[in-house]
T-cell receptor, first 114, second 115 residues
Framework: GAVVSQHPSWVICKSGTSVKIECRSL??????MFWYRQFPKQSLMLMATSNEGSKATYEQGVEKDKFLINHASLTLSTLTVTSAHPEDSSFYIC??????????FGPGTRLTVT | QQQVKQSPQSLIVQKGGIPIINCAYENTAFDYFPWYQQFPGKGPALLIAIRPDVSEKKEGRFTISFNKSAKQFSLHIMDSQPGDSATYFC??????????????FGQGTELSVKP
């Protein structure tokens, strides 16, 4: 299957600071990338969908000014959590989708806000 | 109408057993049904997927059965092994989403295979 990487895999930050998470498709061009959030023992919750060169589309209830998404190229998308608070602590996962329906997920980023 | 309902929430089987996980959907516009496997602290990995024009698909020890009229699909794991212990998610997607196939996930099933 296709490979998606995320960086960093784990990050700890202080409350009020911003954190950027990178998502890269390594061996395919991801025309669409998705960002998910997952709490322990729960399913994946879609936060936003982004197409290369376009503004991201956010799911209902997701603050677009807090979770900034950039999809500058067909292989890179970034999620910036601005002014992070402890309640933003979670497991963030991205996925890439190429020409077909298949979505390939990254390994996830564990964010802890202290 | 956008929900995908998955059951059971958790499942324990002995090594060699055949765990079965079921999913049901309501929206008939869905036309792509993947299953993902997730280990703790890792991202989901695509296991197998099916489209509604076939009733069954096998890949190795994993089989999807699809019942279009009942709007249900299930995952069977043949000869299960302790290494299959993970959380399994079903999902659905379709052309109704103009953003390239947004996935609707089920709630997940935590599978434990005892040696």
């Amino acid at each position: 299957g296709a490979v998606v990487s995320q960086h960093p895999s784990w990050v700890i930050c202080k409350s009020g600071t911003s954190v950027k998470i990178e998502c890269r498709s390594l061996d395919f061009q991801a025309t669409t990338m998705f960002w998910y959030r997952q709490f322990p023992k729960q399913s994946l919750m879609l936060m936003a969908t982004s197409n290369e060169g376009s503004k991201a589309t956010y799911e209902q209830g997701v603050e677009k000014d807090k979770f900034l998404i950039n999809h500058a190229s067909l292989t890179l998308s970034t999620l910036t959590v601005t002014s992070a608070h402890p309640e933003d602590s979670s497991f963030y996962i991205c996925s890439g989708q190429g020409a077909s329906y298949e979505q390939y997920f990254g390994p996830g980023t564990r964010l802890t806000v202290t | 109408q956008q929900q995908v309902k998955q059951s059971p929430q958790s499942l324990i089987v002995q090594k060699g057993g055949i765990p079965i996980i079921n999913c049901a959907y309501e929206n008939t516009a869905f036309d792509y049904f993947p299953w993902y496997q997730q280990f703790p602290g890792k991202g989901p990995a695509l296991l197998i997927a099916i489209r509604p024009d076939v009733s069954e698909k096998k890949e190795g020890r994993f089989t999807i059965s699809f019942n279009k009229s009942a709007k249900q699909f299930s995952l069977h794991i043949m000869d299960s092994q302790p290494g299959d212990s993970a959380t399994y998610f079903c999902a659905a997607s379709g052309k109704i989403y103009n953003q390239g196939g947004k996935l609707i996930f089920g709630q997940g099933t935590e599978l434990s295979v005892k040696p």
